[in-house]
């Protein structure tokens, strides 16, 4: 009978530890936390870095050095060192605004390249040099940054190139640079505009001559010329990368024919978040962002009201809509959040699903009527 009972209470006393262990375990392991984002993706999703209001100056100055071989206004031959040489009376001055994206997506550098182009043999040409590296990487920051003609002991920015000739078409790419692991993002790229309609801007090149070089030798005062280069060329671009990165005000109509006209936001920027135009963030003109919350709910605001880690900040996708009277707007768009894995549509007001309007005027409503911000 001993042994019995003691058998009985080692059973018993090991029946204990067993359960103590599962109940420890079960009130310290980690919560596990469902995703809730309307972003299928874990994790934030980081604005990328954009820019705007830039503009270009070219100045000619007049030539302060030594006396030259050739005199202005000539048909005397001029040698290749002599264009070389006058390079340094052009100064090229490029200004812009940064948005926002920066400091959330990591950037470390902003790259501006100075490109010449030349026809050779035919064919042509591209001398493409980093220039400067010194512009600022802080959200919503003045940027300025002045390239001129290498004097003979200087060098450009990454040091491998030394004084060259601007004789050619001058285009200019600025480039920020990200973090290991991530693509670099070019915020402007004036070679890609070289065949753009003229009805869209035409070609950002600036066309500089021998002639215009040998000018400065004889000039007074220098002479500039100011053009405001197209961030956006809409050839072949999606909806939503034509209208990225500017404000627009938005509305919708309350009846497929007529309807009352009622504004949704006002003087909201467009942010992207990829580089293919295809999902974006919406900022108001005081910093605050669309939130994340129920379908029903549209809120603006500045603070984070999610987990630690997660972007609180709503992720949209633009669409073009197939309605074609634009009612004097510049573009009818349909703008969707994904909640749930589920497609929530902006019908005037508020987001739901395409399935749950039956009525053609409230299913009309998803018609998002967009016009930029005076």
């Not at 009985?8 to 262990?21: C, S, Y």
């Not at 100056?57 to 002599?82: K, L, R, V, W």
């Not at 600036?206 to 809409?234: H, S």
Request: charged letters at 20%.
């Amino acid at each position: 009978m001993k042994t019995s009972s003691g058998l009985l209470l080692g059973v018993l006393f090991t029946l204990v530890v067993v359960i103590i262990a599962v109940v420890i375990y079960f009130n310290t392991r980690p919560d596990e936390q469902p995703q809730t984002s309307n972003d299928p993706s874990p994790g934030p999703s980081p604005t990328l870095p954009t820019i705007s209001d830039l503009i270009i100056a070219q100045t000619f100055s007049p030539d302060g050095n030594e006396p030259y071989t050739i005199e202005p206004y000539t048909i005397e031959p001029y040698t290749a060192s002599d264009i070389v040489d006058l390079s340094k009376n052009v100064n090229f001055t490029l200004t812009w605004k940064n948005g926002s994206g920066f400091k959330e997506s990591g950037v470390s550098q902003i790259q501006v390249y100075h490109i010449v182009e030349t026809n050779i043999d035919g064919g042509t040409a591209q001398n493409e040099v980093l220039r400067n590296t010194s512009a600022s990487t802080s959200n919503f920051a003045e940027s300025s940054v002045s390239i001129s003609g290498l004097n003979k002991d200087e060098t450009a920015a990454d040091e491998t190139m030394g004084p060259y000739s601007f004789v050619g078409n001058n285009f200019f790419k600025i480039v920020a640079v990200m973090p290991t692991g991530t693509d670099d993002v070019t915020l402007y790229d004036g070679v890609s505009t070289k065949t753009r309609a003229t009805n869209l801007g035409g070609s950002d090149g600036k066309r500089i001559t021998d002639d215009d070089l040998v000018a400065t030798i004889g000039m007074t005062n220098p002479e500039t010329i100011t053009f405001t280069p197209r961030l956006n060329n809409t050839v072949g671009q999606s909806i939503g990368k034509s209208i990225s990165n500017k404000r627009y005000d938005f509305f919708y109509y309350t009846k497929q024919s007529g309807g009352e006209k009622k504004q949704v936001f006002e003087n909201v920027r467009l942010v992207p978040i990829d580089t293919e135009g295809k999902t974006f963030k919406l900022e108001k003109s005081d910093g605050s962002f669309l939130k994340r919350s129920i379908p029903s709910q549209i809120v603006f605001s500045n603070e984070d009201v999610c987990e630690a880690g997660q972007d609180c900040d709503m992720i949209v996708h633009i669409l073009k809509s197939e309605e074609s009277n634009l009612r004097d707007h510049k573009k009818v768009i349909m703008i969707k959040q994904i909640f749930a894995n589920e497609d929530y549509y902006l019908f005037g007001n508020h987001f739901d699903l395409l399935g749950s309007k039956t009525n053609e005027d409230d299913f009309f409503k998803r018609n998002i009527y967009i016009k930029e911000s005076s």
